[in-house]
């Protein structure tokens, strides 16, 4: 996900420009609260949408580890979102381009779905 946006606070190499946002490092704190960074671990992810890639995911849990986010993109995607002391884009779709933050690989029941899902939504592309 995070190579294919404009740029990285990780390092000085621009990314692939396909989507119009810059990586950030989550924050170590918010609102007061001390966040352990490299978020790592599991955490659920939100989504409105009800079909495609992420169709029944709404809230599912998925395994995590990263320390650097896509908090605010500069464009509109069909997204899902995490909160861990700050709201990312965990997972998102813009015209034939996929990527996840999280690891369905990891994601036992969630990430199947999501493989399956991915697997119908290629079919359709």
């Given at each position: ?80 979102t995490?909160?861990y ?34 697997i ?6």
């Amino acid at each position: 996900m995070q190579l294919m946006c404009n740029d990285s606070e990780e390092g000085s190499c621009p990314g692939l420009k396909w989507i119009d946002a810059s990586i950030k490092k989550l924050p170590r704190e918010h609102n007061g609260e001390s966040m352990i960074i490299p978020h790592m671990g599991w955490n659920r992810i939100r989504t409105d949408t009800v079909q495609g890639l992420f169709k029944g995911l709404d809230n599912a849990r998925f395994y995590f580890v990263h320390s650097y986010g896509l908090i605010k993109p500069n464009e509109t995607l069909q997204s899902a979102t995490t909160t861990y002391g700050t709201t990312f884009i965990s997972g998102f779709i813009k015209e034939n381009i996929l990527a996840a933050q999280f690891h369905p690989e990891k994601s036992h029941k969630h990430g199947k779905l999501f493989f399956r899902n991915f697997i119908d939504w290629i079919s359709d592309v």
